[in-house]
């Protein structure tokens, strides 16, 4: 995705972002059906000032039409209607409530839980939604109310229960989705925990969705309750209730058809009012579903731990033997090792598809959904990852291990200010107060060379530019103070003045905190400029780890060395562009022998035959291969 579509779509995401109220406040219809429904509730809490008691009879003045003393007429008992719809109002809208209330509560949360958690929770859920869904609802009404006579709040319990069954599987299927964002990513590897990610950005960005079904299920549950009013099942004469009042003016059609349309009017206009409103916040909402999910997801991670190899010793990062599967099994990252000391530089190079930025997903424990991890050893600043729970791996992501991705844009939550979203990492890694952690977050915007750092605080994604983007993922991956940072292709969907100043920013960040570094890149000049060594991966394997003096000198492995060939920014001036001709062969097509051979100017019979082993050389540069370059060390 280039950085321009991505700023499009998260734009539109964005500026939904701003809140469903204000986006329903921009529709017409929606600020009518609010004004009734506000309106409305408003009267009936007030009924009590607002007009005579619903009980005070006036016998002269039976079955009378509108006047001036009784707005809406009377009943049969010379009761004012007004004051009976507005008294009848209160209880009808306070058992909806109840309904809504437990619909809310049991729909959101089993949807969320259910849609981020996905596995066995997911089925169990998904398997009560079904039962809830064919059960027989008015059947299993009528057993209530037989049990708890005229027990409404009972019935409208009932129905809420029911009715989330529904609401779980809208809410299922948008944490789904949401899950799959790059900003919630973001947040994992920020370090943030389950619950905290539902609460502050799953569930913001599922309440366009949720609003609307209960909108829709508020009418339905008016329409219930009216029902059960009418038929007598409800709030029993003389308390009114809206049903009841139906009930009444439909015993005195002839004498006074007025009645019905005071009575009747206000539950068909609000429940047409809550149905339109739904429609409203559905259509206003629509366009906050158009982010594009990317590839890194948050994901359960079966890791297994292989037969034990030695970290390197005084290492921060010491990976032995990583292997990382996809779901069917096929190998993308095979047997990697690598070591990252205190405040050093790593570059992992390598073409597209050759398993980078699986080799540090498997490192960080963020792999597509299915994927296993196999290692001999991952050890973090000495400590084991390996057995690690997913709950302690929250603990070493973040302010252990910051992480910046390619898309900085997308990275960002989009319904949330910069300003939030630092406050929000700082007091997470940090325990500070939120007067505390507005101030860390305005330095860390500093530190990040950001101009005006409030102003910048105050905007949401989208009305940032790329290179301030990255700047803001990277205070917000500083605000745990991380003693390593791991930077996927950060300068990718940037321009090449930007590209320069965030690279320079990265070097300058490193120098002041001594923070070590893993730079993803397919670039030598990046490597060149910033890191300490230079791991080469092809087909996802090492093929070649050495320091970036000696990879430039004298490259070991033919891959790196025509790699280096083919680097644009070493072409002569004038010159045809070097290439690198084939391809990378793609996982599950991998070779028995070395991977290159097919592309390998001096491949031979024995290089095609087996597995190639890596090797060292007494300086400790490692290479895969039979035939290293002239130049190698031995
Ligand atoms: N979610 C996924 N599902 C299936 N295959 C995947 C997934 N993500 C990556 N792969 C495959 O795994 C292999 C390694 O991908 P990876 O993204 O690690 O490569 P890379 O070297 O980082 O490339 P790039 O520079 O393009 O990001 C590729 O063949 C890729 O197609």
């Not at 082993?613 to 300086?619: I, P």
């Amino acid at each position: 995705m280039s950085a321009g579509s991505a700023v499009t779509g998260v734009g539109s995401t964005g500026r939904a972002g701003g809140g469903v109220v204000r986006a329903v406040a921009r529709r017409p219809l929606g600020v009518v059906c609010v004004a009734w429904l506000g309106l409305l509730v408003l009267a009936c809490l007030l009924a009590g000032w607002l007009g005579s008691s619903p009980q005070e009879q006036d016998l002269e003045a039976v079955y009378s039409g509108p006047s001036a003393a009784h707005w809406l007429g009377t009943d049969q008992l010379g009761r004012d209607l007004l004051s009976r719809v507005l008294h009848g109002g209160r209880v009808s809208l306070l058992v909806v409530g109840v309904a809504l209330a437990v619909h809310v509560v049991l729909g959101v949360v089993l949807g969320l839980v259910a849609g981020y958690r996905r596995g066995l929770v997911d089925r169990i859920v998904s398997r009560l939604a079904d039962l809830l869904l064919s059960a027989p609802a008015v059947v299993i009404l009528l057993v209530v109310l037989a049990v708890f006579p005229h027990n409404e709040a009972a019935a409208m319990t009932t129905l809420g229960v029911l009715s989330s069954a529904g609401l779980a599987r809208v809410v299922r299927a948008s944490a789904i989705r949401v899950r799959e964002e790059p900003y919630v990513a973001a947040a994992t590897v920020a370090g943030l925990g389950t619950v905290r990610i539902l609460v502050r950005h799953v569930l913001p960005a599922v309440a366009g969705p949720v609003i609307s079904l209960v909108s829709l299920v508020a009418g339905s549950a008016l329409l219930v309750e009216a029902s059960l009013g009418f038929l007598g099942l409800g709030t029993q004469p003389p308390e009114p209730s809206w049903g009841g009042l139906i009930a009444d003016a439909s015993q005195a059609i002839y004498r006074q058809p007025w009645m019905l349309v005071p009575t009747g009017g206000v539950v068909a206009v609000t429940a047409v009012a809550c149905a339109l409103l739904g429609d409203v916040v559905r259509d206003a909402t629509d366009d906050r579903a158009t982010g594009e999910p990317l590839s890194w997801r948050r994901m359960r991670t079966r890791v297994v731990a292989r037969e034990s190899r030695e970290p390197a010793a005084l290492c921060l990062l010491s990976v032995r033997d990583l292997t990382v599967r996809l779901a069917d099994g096929t190998p993308v990252v095979d047997g990697v090792d690598f070591d990252v000391a205190a405040g050093q530089a790593l570059g992992l190079v390598g073409e597209s598809g050759c398993g980078k930025t699986m080799a540090v997903s498997g490192v960080l424990r963020l792999l597509p959904p299915g994927a296993t991890v196999d290692a001999a050893t991952i050890t973090f600043d000495g400590r084991e990852t390996l057995g690690l729970t997913e709950r302690e791996m929250v603990g070493v992501r973040g302010r252990g291990i910051g992480y910046i991705g390619q898309d900085p844009v997308a990275s960002l939550d989009p319904l949330f200010t910069v300003g939030d979203q630092l406050v929000e990492a700082v007091r997470h890694h940090t325990g500070a107060t939120r007067r505390q952690a507005r101030a860390k977050a305005l330095e860390l915007l500093a530190a990040v060379r950001l101009p005006d750092p409030a102003a910048v605080a105050a905007r949401y994604p989208h009305e940032l530019s790329g290179g301030m983007a990255q700047r803001v993922s990277i205070a917000r991956a500083l605000a745990g103070e991380p003693r390593l940072l791991i930077a996927d292709e950060p300068t990718t969907a940037l321009d090449v003045t930007v590209q320069a100043e965030i690279l320079d920013l990265l070097r300058d960040l490193r120098s002041r905190t001594g923070m070590a570094l893993v730079l993803v890149t397919h670039d030598w000049g990046v490597v060149a400029d910033t890191c300490d060594t230079a791991v080469v991966m092809y087909a996802g394997q090492v093929v070649e780890n050495t320091g970036v003096a000696e990879v430039f000198a004298a490259p070991r492995h033919p891959y790196t060395e025509a790699l280096l060939a083919a680097n644009p920014a070493a072409a002569e001036p004038g010159s045809r562009l070097p290439v690198l001709p084939g391809a990378v062969p793609a996982p599950g097509h991998w070779p028995t022998g070395c991977r290159f051979a097919l592309r390998c100017p001096h491949v031979t019979t024995e290089c095609v035959a087996a597995p190639i082993q890596s090797t060292s050389d007494t300086a400790g540069a490692v290479s895969r291969c039979l035939h290293p370059r002239a130049g190698a060390r031995t």
